[in-house]
């Protein structure tokens, strides 16, 4: 072969190369597997801390509803007020407690969690602190609205935590966790409340919610970072003002006190999403699919049962057997018990459920990667396993209640053990 014809060979050989190259960069992208950042930079305890300290700020929601109903009788006395009205309280409560979440909680996927947090304490911390000191009933029912704008939006701030920084295939065993910081309120509020209405007076029942929402507001702006993910990614982007917590601040000051100099890190910080007006009325799309709409129907028919007990429950007991507040208190304890035991068990039911249905999301994925690259290639590959689909496998009907909906579950587990106890009292008496 001459000199000419094996330059022309090599540069054939080259062209064919770069052709295949190039057949290789513009197929679909889509349909090939690529190398992905991690979900998130927080570690698995660091993960847990966070979900504990949401946790606990959840609990207030509930708490502050429950702790309140062993004093209904002794509010209406010293107000000179009916319980009727007193019960009004409640359900204000109750509405405020449906509209605020929706509103809040879109503000919070703008401008992030951690300013959220601070405002929705700031405001549950006033309320608290003019309902121990008010003297009227009008002022009573509006501070009862402002505490429940401020408790009612931390449930949904926690599960929205828990969204930015697990994966689908481990968040519903986080989800358990974060449950189980409401679901220890309906027990632990009512024996708190009684024991407050009977040795102190009912006001310090809120003069108790104002300090232990003071302790909480300082340790989320000490210790909870921004989780959204609109703002800080994965993590790995740094925040500015409110996002950042006093703790960060407080390194990256340590840091750059020792190094010298400034960092320059908050050049690339990304702007924040301008807020725009919330629309709450979205969120009640939500009912029109045919997925949720099931779900959240059984839930509200267990919810108003459960609401319309649990108010009730206490002024009963206190009217007919001449309870005292403590002893009212202390029937509350079955249904925390309940719905505490529901939430342990749901993200132990939960996890292999969600993992199962990755399984069969990577298993797909590798099958279609598979084809892609055979019609480019004759090389063979190893056979994919694909696991089957959760749908297409039988599940037991209330197994597959418990994975979808956790409160319907709770609400179950409540309504089959307590009864047994209240019964008990009641024949006692």
């Given at each position: 072969?001459?000199?000419?014809?094996?330059?022309?060979?090599?540069?054939?050989?080259?062209?064919?190369?770069?052709?295949?190259?190039?057949?290789?960069?513009?197929?679909?992208?889509?349909?090939?597997?690529?190398?992905?950042?991690?979900?998130?930079?927080?570690?698995?305890?660091?993960?847990?801390?966070?979900?504990?300290?949401?946790?606990?700020?959840?609990?207030?929601?509930?708490?502050?509803?429950?702790?309140?109903?062993?004093?209904?009788?002794?509010?209406?006395?010293?107000?000179?007020?009916?319980?009727?009205?007193?019960?009004?309280?409640?359900?204000?409560?109750?509405?405020?407690?449906?509209?605020?979440?929706?509103?809040?909680?879109?503000?919070?996927?703008?401008?992030?969690?951690?300013?959220?947090?601070?405002?929705?304490?700031?405001?549950?911390?006033?309320?608290?602190?003019?309902?121990?000191?008010?003297?009227?009933?009008?002022?009573?029912?509006?501070?009862?609205?402002?505490?429940?704008?401020?408790?009612?939006?931390?449930?949904?701030?926690?599960?929205?935590?828990?969204?930015?920084?697990?994966?689908?295939?481990?968040?519903?065993?986080?989800?358990?966790?974060?449950?189980?910081?409401?679901?220890v309120a309906p027990s632990l509020?009512?024996?708190?409340?009684?024991?407050?209405?009977?040795?102190?007076?009912?006001?310090?029942?809120?003069?108790?919610?104002a300090i232990s929402g003071a302790?909480?507001?300082?340790?989320?702006?000490?210790?909870?970072?921004?989780?959204?993910?609109?703002?800080?990614?994965?993590?790995?982007?740094?925040?500015?003002?409110?996002?950042?917590?006093?703790?960060?601040?407080?390194?990256?000051?340590?840091?750059?006190?020792?190094s010298g100099q400034q960092t320059?890190?908050?050049?690339?910080?990304?702007?924040?999403?301008?807020?725009?007006?919330?629309?709450?009325?979205?969120?009640?799309?939500?009912?029109?699919?045919?997925?949720?709409?099931?779900?959240?129907?059984?839930?509200?028919?267990?919810?108003?049962?459960?609401?319309?007990?649990?108010?009730?429950?206490?002024?009963?007991?206190?009217?007919?057997?001449?309870?005292?507040?403590?002893?009212?208190?202390?029937?509350?304890?079955?249904?925390?018990?309940?719905?505490?035991?529901?939430?342990?068990?749901?993200?132990?039911?939960?996890?292999?459920?969600?993992?199962?249905?990755?399984?069969?999301?990577?298993?797909?994925?590798?099958?279609?990667?598979?084809?892609?690259?055979?019609?480019?290639?004759?090389?063979?590959?190893?056979?994919?396993?694909?696991?089957?689909?959760?749908?297409?496998?039988?599940?037991?009907?209330?197994?597959?209640?418990?994975?979808?909906?956790?409160?319907?579950?709770?609400?179950?587990?409540?309504?089959?053990?307590?009864?047994?106890?209240?019964?008990?009292?009641?024949?006692?008496?």
């Amino acid at each position: 072969m001459s000199e000419k014809e094996t330059r022309l060979s090599g540069l054939q050989i080259a062209e064919s190369s770069e052709e295949t190259n190039a057949k290789f960069e513009n197929a679909d992208n889509d349909d090939l597997p690529v190398v992905e950042t991690p979900y998130t930079i927080f570690t698995k305890s660091q993960k847990l801390g966070l979900i504990l300290l949401v946790a606990l700020a959840s609990i207030y929601s509930p708490l502050s509803s429950f702790i309140y109903y062993p004093a209904l009788t002794a509010v209406a006395n010293d107000l000179n007020t009916t319980l009727s009205k007193v019960n009004l309280t409640i359900t204000s409560y109750m509405v405020v407690s449906g509209v605020a979440p929706m509103i809040l909680g879109s503000i919070a996927d703008q401008l992030g969690r951690r300013p959220v947090y601070l405002l929705v304490f700031f405001m549950y911390i006033l309320a608290n602190v003019g309902l121990a000191l008010q003297t009227s009933y009008p002022a009573l029912l509006l501070l009862r609205m402002l505490q429940s704008a401020g408790g009612s939006a931390t449930i949904g701030l926690g599960y929205g935590v828990v969204g930015d920084i697990t994966q689908p295939s481990e968040r519903g065993a986080y989800m358990g966790i974060l449950g189980c910081g409401p679901n220890v309120a309906p027990s632990l509020g009512p024996v708190l409340g009684g024991v407050l209405a009977q040795k102190a007076g009912w006001r310090w029942i809120f003069g108790f919610l104002a300090i232990s929402g003071a302790l909480s507001l300082v340790l989320i702006a000490v210790k909870l970072p921004e989780t959204a993910r609109n703002i800080v990614g994965n993590g790995s982007r740094p925040s500015i003002g409110l996002n950042k917590s006093i703790l960060i601040l407080w390194r990256e000051k340590k840091n750059t006190l020792s190094s010298g100099q400034q960092t320059g890190a908050s050049e690339n910080v990304p702007q924040v999403a301008n807020l725009r007006i919330p629309n709450p009325i979205r969120s009640i799309s939500i009912l029109l699919s045919k997925d949720t709409a099931p779900i959240i129907l059984i839930n509200a028919v267990f919810y108003t049962a459960y609401s319309c007990l649990q108010a009730s429950l206490s002024s009963l007991f206190i009217n007919i057997y001449g309870y005292k507040e403590l002893e009212a208190g202390l029937i509350y304890i079955p249904f925390g018990v309940g719905c505490f035991i529901a939430s342990l068990l749901s993200s132990k039911l939960r996890h292999p459920f969600e993992l199962s249905q990755n399984l069969s999301r990577i298993g797909t994925d590798a099958v279609r990667h598979k084809e892609r690259y055979s019609r480019m290639t004759t090389t063979a590959l190893p056979p994919v396993k694909v696991f089957p689909r959760p749908a297409t496998t039988p599940l037991n009907p209330k197994r597959s209640l418990s994975l979808y909906s956790t409160p319907v579950y709770e609400a179950w587990f409540t309504c089959s053990l307590s009864p047994h106890f209240v019964f008990s009292l009641m024949a006692g008496s």
